[in-house]
Nanobody, 128 residues
Framework: QVELVESGGTSVQTGDSLTLSCTAS????????MGWFRQNGGQEREFVAS????????YYLEAVKGRFTISVDHAQNTVYLHMTSLKVEDTAVYVC?????????????????????WGQGTQVTVSS
């Protein structure tokens, strides 16, 4: 019943900043736990960041910690990923995810199994 639609992806230069957004429709009464993942070509989907249902706690992939920030606007049913100091290695399709209940914090390779809903993704390309 939950639909997620991402936007904001584009082509940028190394060192640039970019903010992605993901808007949810058909939300249940309770707040959703939200997350961002990315996938480059034929590689497996990789966890990037997550935020708790309350919006008070966040969790990041070590490679983006200190550069990326996840936030949520419950009134707009939208989660954001603010990215700074972008690197060529950040190039990927960024995908939004949501869960009906609070998810456990597990190792990054297991995070993708904790979510119930997925968007179609938005392309971010970083060039040097």
């Amino acid at each position: 019943q939950v639909e997620l639609v991402e936007s904001g992806g584009t082509s940028v230069q190394t060192g640039d900043s970019l903010t992605l957004s993901c808007t949810a429709s058909g939300r249940p009464g309770r707040r959703l736990a939200m997350g961002w993942f990315r996938q480059n070509g034929g590689q497996e989907r990789e966890f990037v960041a997550s935020i708790s249902r309350s919006g008070q706690m966040s969790y990041y992939l070590e490679a983006v910690k200190g550069r990326f920030t996840i936030s949520v606007d419950h009134a707009q049913n939208t989660v954001y990923l603010h990215m700074t100091s972008l690197k060529v290695e950040d190039t990927a399709v960024y995908v939004c995810a949501a869960a009906d209940r609070q998810i456990p914090i597990v190792t990054t390779d297991r995070m993708k199994y904790q979510y119930d809903y997925w968007g179609q993704g938005t392309q971010v390309t970083v060039s040097s």
